[in-house]
């Protein structure tokens, strides 16, 4: 994720923390600082990290459970609003799905108990040492219990969410419980953040666009992959496109930008060899720094694998997210240009899908195929 730097590494999973949460603690310690002083200040920032601390467990325990499955976990990041563990992929079985989803609920569970016990609200405290420290026990209790039921809400892409999805998924086609669970998710979010601003809860307004916007582009993920099933790179990629040679500066690629609809210009070497692809980022970056007399190609991707015309849509598209690139260049053996595959493409594809389902379906979808 953006703005987030590595703060350690446990077990293979690396731990990240956003830029936004680093501003949150500088926050907490001013506000309470300005209050109470800098004893103050030191005992806010450190509850603050021991709720962050249980946030991170629960994480954690979403990781351990994907890793039963043999899925990785490359990082969890903390924010503000929360923690976010970015699984390699999402299993499609129910079942697994149920196990990776509530890893994290159990561990709050865990947690809850534990805290509940040492602040006696479980069981009566043991010694008057544990007594004295019962106000932070019972916080981290309640934050816990607290934790454990919010994320157990139907709401996905939240663990309860995906725990819906799975249960649908047992009785209907993947594709078609994403869709349901995700619009039940976006609706409670909009009730949600409605409540958030009764209420004059920042926070729980930024959960609620958060969770609106996952549940969005997951049921938008599953779509395109339901619509690229089967078909290959040569299926989608441009073939029509425009060209820049080695030595091209970058007003000629400003040219071509403001002259065409294209934003994506692949450079390319008297051979036919694709040696680069100059993205409207990069091109921006490039305005800026050399202005438009700067060679195209220095501030050109030359760190894209190249697909191949046969190879399958899905793993073009998996290719790209890897790399967060807006397109690739598809070559042939010899490494010779053939076409461009590039995001719109695939909106496209998922527009001519919508349309595949209806009475010229068959015909519109054969036709891609050809
Ligand atoms: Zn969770």
Known sequence: MQWSFPVAR???????????????????????GMEGGWMSALSGVTFILLIFTCILLHEFGHAMAARRYGIRTPDITLMPIGGLARLERIPEKPGQEIVVAIGGPLVSALLALVFGVLSGFVLPPLDDAIQSWSMLWSKLFAINVGLLFFNLLPVFPMDGGRVF????????????????AAAVGQGFAVLLGLGGLYLSAPMLVFVAVFVFLGAGNEAAQVDLKEASRGLRVRDAMLTLFTRLPTDAT??????????????????????GHCVGLLTRNRLIEGLNLAGPMGMALEYARTDLPPVGPTQLLSHACRVMQEHQSPALPVLDEDGRLLGVF???????LLMMDGVGTGRFGGWLRRLLRR
């Open 165 to 180: 999805r799975a249960l649908l998924a047992m009785t209907m086609s993947y594709q078609k419980s994403t869709r349901v």
């Open 250 to 271: 970058l007003a000629d690629a400003v040219d071509l930008l403001l002259h065409a609809s294209q934003h994506t210009f692949p450079l390319v070497d008297e051979g």
């Open 10 to 32: 446990i077990s293979g999973i690396q731990v990240r923390i956003h830029l936004t949460f680093i501003l949150f603690l500088g926050w907490i310690g001013f506000r309470d």
């Open 342 to 348: 590039t995001q719109e493409n695939l909106s496209e």
